[in-house]
């Protein structure tokens, strides 16, 4: 378990909260729950309906859909924050690399926050711009793109350079 300064500490570090001041970091660090998961363990799974976010304290999870990984997350990561804002289901699986220690953000705590410092949104919109922005480059370096040319698909190779 964290302490309170610890905690203050930790979040302070965190991207989506850097822009943050104290006393509102304090706050929003003391409602958050630690939870601790186990070695090879699903945090959640794609397709589950999502209303938390995660934030790795210690540990590493990984990011998969199958058994196609997105990404590896580490200490001071957080994952889980699309389902804050939508009512989608997950859309991934998380599972632990090695034993972690999380912090979890609910919706309705982010709701509040929000509402008190809306910094903290656009701050989780640069975020998940940036995660889509990775995931655009890894599939475009991967597969082929198809374009469309007078009604017909074209496949065109991802340059070298």
């Known amino acids: ?8 500490l930790f979040v302070r570090g965190v991207p989506i909260f850097k ?5 509102f970091l304090v706050r929003l660090a003391s409602v958050m729950d630690e939870l601790s998961f186990p070695d090879d363990h699903s945090i959640f799974t794609e397709g589950q309906e999502g209303r938390a976010l995660y934030i790795v304290v210690s540990g590493r999870v990984r990011v998969h ?3 196609r990984n997105l990404a590896e997350l580490g200490k001071g990561t957080c994952f889980g924050e699309m389902s804050l804002f939508d ?4 859309s991934a699986t ?4 090695e034993k972690c220690e999380c912090l979890v953000l609910t919706q309705m705590q982010l709701y509040d926050a929000i509402d008190e410092t ?6 989780i919109i640069r975020l ?3 995660r889509i922005r990775e995931l655009n480059q890894k599939l475009n370096a991967q597969t082929p793109i198809p374009t469309v040319e ?9 340059s070298a350079g």
Not at 1 to 8: I, N, P
Not at 87 to 90: D, F, L
Not at 118 to 123: D, E, K, W
């Open 1 to 8: 378990m964290l302490t309170s300064v610890e905690r203050l």
């Open 19 to 23: 822009e943050l001041r104290d006393d």
């Open 65 to 67: 859909i199958g058994d």
């Open 87 to 90: 009512a989608e289901p997950r």
């Open 94 to 97: 998380v599972s632990t690399l």
């Open 118 to 123: 809306p910094g903290i949104a656009i701050n």
């Open 128 to 130: 998940l711009s940036r």
């Open 150 to 158: 007078s009604n017909k698909v074209v496949e065109l190779r991802p």
